[in-house]
């Protein structure tokens, strides 16, 4: 589900005409040599296309317009192997649409003291060359990335990686609908905002449709494709009868199976890739969708509580950053406040992202003593320890604001035999004290996406490439 397109960069190496042609066909060469090997080194998620030489204004602001209309250029890799006078890149570079990393690195990561002379020098010259086009992105506020260092090195790469996954995620967010069945919760105001800035500025479509509409696909899910979605997960989780009777939980897990289908089809059918749910406008579901969010979500779909578009929108955008790899939707959900064991317990009433259980995770059938309805089938399993980080976004009416903190994750003390969900404790890296004070002072919510894949730096990348305040709380 977390289909996207078949993203490449292109890579674009600057030049000039002034160092003669043999000059740049070595720069050529070299120029495809750093791509084939940075392309093998297989630590890049997306390959890397080598484009051209760049020696004239004409020739760059060609480039600069193709990668604007090709769907599958997530973004430009720059590299400056001589100097390329910078008043070439003006046009093309403000033409630019999409990301742009400048990787100011050498073709060898040495001085050959014994044989260089003024050929070398004529040929590599990315100490100043990369100054001089650094200055123009700096005048034209670009705010693009700079990676520094040689580009044969791991943490070079690694860095290309992130990068990259940003770079990706950047181009997916225009694509990003989510549809909300029923509006958001009544009253509560951090989940909401304004729509068509949003739009506006990440490109998300949030659409409203009534719950009758989802009802009906969910009556039309036949009982064959139920029954054998049933016996799929019985052999993934661990069934968990407990007070029910064998009918009623097996009859509460199937309407779950039920919801699931109905929800990705109608999803599917309309494009969307986020949704959200209301407990209050349940009218015709037998029960709030628990296990039927849970799986959807671990097949990459954005999700949040209560009409909650915005969270559910960057749910999904950073499973795409993340390639979906433990990174969920998440509540603050209660505190421990005891010296030495400061932390926040997070879950949800019933949607935690399976994703990032670390025991196997429990089919249960249990009251929830909200919205009136039948007991939810939900799937009980414990968070994982690690670091993360916790990030919400809030609309403060004149812009959005991007906050996180770096959270250590950790696994709950004990059970809860009594709060039959999901759960993952963590604690911010400055401690919870100064982590809430830092959060309740930018009006952090309470419905955050919490990732054990992507990091502060990657977020404020992001944040660069939409033009969109970004607080990492410290
Ligand atoms: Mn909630």
Known sequence: MLNTENYEFWFVTGSQSLYGEETLRSVEKDAKEIVAKLNASHQLPYPIVFKLVATTADNITKVMKEVNYNDNVAGVITWMHTFSPAKNWIRGTKLLQKPLLHLATQFLNKIPYDTIDFDYMNLNQSAHGDREYAFINARLRKNNKIISGYWGDGDVQKAMAKWMDVAVAYNESFKIKVVTFADKMRNVA????????????????????GVGDLVAEVNAVSDAAIDTKYAELQKEYDFVKGQNT???????????????????????????????????????????????????????????????????ALDRLLKIM???????????????LRQGHEAILGSHML??????ASDKPRVEVHPLDIGDKDDPARLVFTGMQGDAVDVTMADYGDEFKLMSYDVQGNKPESDTPHLPVAKQLWTPKQGLRD??????????????????????????????????TYVNIK
């Open 190 to 209: 951090v989940t909401d905002g304004d729509k068509i800035e949003a739009q506006i500025k990440f490109g998300w479509t949030v659409d409203y449709w």
């Open 246 to 312: 064998p009918e009623k939980f097996e009859h509460n897990v199937k309407y779950q199976i039920r919801e699931y289908f109905g929800l990705k089809k109608f999803m599917d059918d309309h494009g969307y890739t986020a949704f959200t749910t209301n407990f209050e406008d349940l009218v015709g579901l037998e029960q709030l969708p628990g296990l039927a969010a849970q799986l959807l979500m671990a097949e990459g779909y954005g999700f949040a509580g209560e009409g909650d578009w915005k969270t559910a």
């Open 322 to 336: 993340a390639h979906n790899e433990k990174t969920v939707f998440m509540e603050d959900y209660t505190l421990d």
């Open 351 to 356: 949607e935690v992202d399976p994703s990032i």
């Open 435 to 468: 982590g809430a004070v830092g959060w309740l002072t930018l009006g952090g919510g309470h419905h955050t996406v919490l990732s054990f894949t992507i990091d502060s730096e990657q977020l404020q990348d992001l944040s660069n490439l939409f033009d969109l």
